[in-house]
């Protein structure tokens, strides 16, 4: 059976499109996978076999896809958008893998043009403290949620499309409002991500950090797993839905200035009972 699409462009060629392009090589329901980064990451992915074409320009990639990924990072995808617009083919669908929504989809409706009415704004919920190429696995979306959140004005066959484009990775693709998007992975991702950063960071910068190092066990290397990832994209990501994770900052603030006030006080019953509400949401979690 030939492959379902003819060429897909991936921008943005790291731990992400990477994996996507890994996947649906593995897959071979896309004919040619061209991808585009501005640095080595599109020519590491080719000579790891993920890519067919390693692009040197966003034009060279987009030219002739029926698909365009962007995967790049969010502060990257407004001139990304802006550089695609002239050179997408008339019928290209565009949809992207960030990690925010507002912020990109207000970016591409400033610049795609009449390309907006086929752009379908997504997240993967898949990552890894590692990032790069050299971290692409063909297995990162497999029984993970790949989210669209279509506006209003979005086309039901161009969510479907992308649908069927994802789907070969072994991704659950469901659909969620992009308001809402940022508000709950604020809670979910963004500002987990900034906790564990801190909780690093405290330890790192204490007369015992060699120590901790040194003796510590499985509690604090899960606690701090995301603490490894790349600091200048948590940092844009979490500026860029700053809002939203605020607001969970808050919330955070309060839990642990509760706790270190039982601490001072020596008050068990208040440290169980703020224990106990953590760990019966933290059972469901799986």
């Known amino acids: 059976m030939p492959p379902a699409v003819q060429k897909l462009a991936i921008l943005g060629v790291g731990l992400i499109g990477g994996s996507l392009a890994a996947a649906l090589k593995r897959a071979g329901t896309v004919a040619q ?3 585009y980064s501005p640095n080595d990451d599109a020519r590491v992915a080719r000579a790891l076999g993920h890519l067919d074409v390693a692009c040197d320009s966003v034009a060279e990639a987009v030219a002739g896809a029926s698909f ?10 407004p001139a990304l958008f802006a550089q695609i617009r002239e050179a997408l083919d008339s019928q290209a669908i565009v949809t992207d893998c960030g990690s925010t929504k507002r912020s990109v989809i207000d970016a591409a409706r400033r610049v795609l043009g009449d390309a ?3 752009y379908v704004p997504g997240h993967p919920i898949a ?37 069927r484009l994802v789907e070969p990775t072994g991704a659950q693709v469901s659909t969620l409002d992009p308001a ?35 003796y510590s066990g499985a509690g604090l290397r899960d606690t701090t797993r995301v603490g490894a990832s790349s600091p200048t994209m948590w940092a844009d990501i979490l500026l860029d839905n700053r809002e939203a994770c605020l607001a969970s900052a808050a919330r955070f603030r309060a839990c642990n200035e509760a706790i270190v ?3 001072e006080a020596g008050d068990r019953d208040a440290l169980v009972a703020i224990f106990s509400a953590a760990s019966r949401w933290r059972s469901r979690l799986g």
């Open 33 to 35: 996978i061209a991808g």
């Open 68 to 77: 365009v990924v962007v995967a790049a990072p969010v502060t990257a995808m």
């Open 116 to 118: 907006f009415l086929r």
């Open 127 to 163: 990552g890894s403290e590692r990032s790069g190429p050299q971290a692409a696995d063909a297995d990162l979306f497999r029984d993970r949620r790949w989210l669209l959140c279509p506006l209003d004005t979005t086309p039901q066959q161009h969510c479907e499309a992308v649908k």
């Open 180 to 214: 809402l998007h940022d508000r709950v992975f604020a809670e979910a991702s963004h500002w987990p991500h900034a906790v564990a950063f801190g909780l690093s960071a405290a330890i790192a910068g204490g007369e015992l950090a060699e120590r901790a190092l040194e």
């Open 261 to 263: 006030a039982a601490l």
